[in-house]
Nanobody, 113 residues
Framework: VQLVESGGGLVQPGGSLRLSCAAS????????MRWYRQAPGKERELIAG????????NYADSVKGRFTISRDNVKNTLYLQMNNLKPEDTAVYYC???????WGQGTQVTVSS
């Protein structure tokens, strides 16, 4: 079983990034998926979730209107489109498969001028 995040990096405030989470070794299309993030010295924060077919999504207030979670069940990939990034979005971002309880290794996002 693997969840491999990619797409993180350094971006200026107001910029955009798209994170990807490639899943393998389990029935990705059957499970609810989430994105979390963890900033230095802070607890891991749930920021977005999506049901098995992408028909239902949920967001934390801190990212609502700026971030979009989506999935491609043919490619077994979860996405997080992040727009209008702010310095407070700086964190390690993780994807998570809820019922199997699988975590990715994380990808660093740094928002700084």
């Amino acid at each position: 079983v693997q969840l491999v995040e990619s797409g993180g990096g350094l971006v200026q405030p107001g910029g955009s990034l798209r994170l990807s989470c490639a899943a393998s070794g389990f029935a990705f299309s059957s499970y609810y998926m989430r994105w979390y993030r963890q900033a230095p010295g802070k607890e891991r924060e749930l920021i977005a979730g999506i049901n098995f077919n992408g028909g239902t999504t949920n967001y934390a207030d801190s990212v609502k209107g700026r971030f979009t979670i989506s999935r491609d069940n043919v490619k077994n990939t979860l996405y997080l489109q992040m727009n209008n990034l702010k310095p407070e979005d700086t964190a390690v971002y993780y994807c998570y498969a809820v019922l199997p309880n699988y975590w990715g290794q994380g990808t660093q996002v740094t928002v700084s001028s």
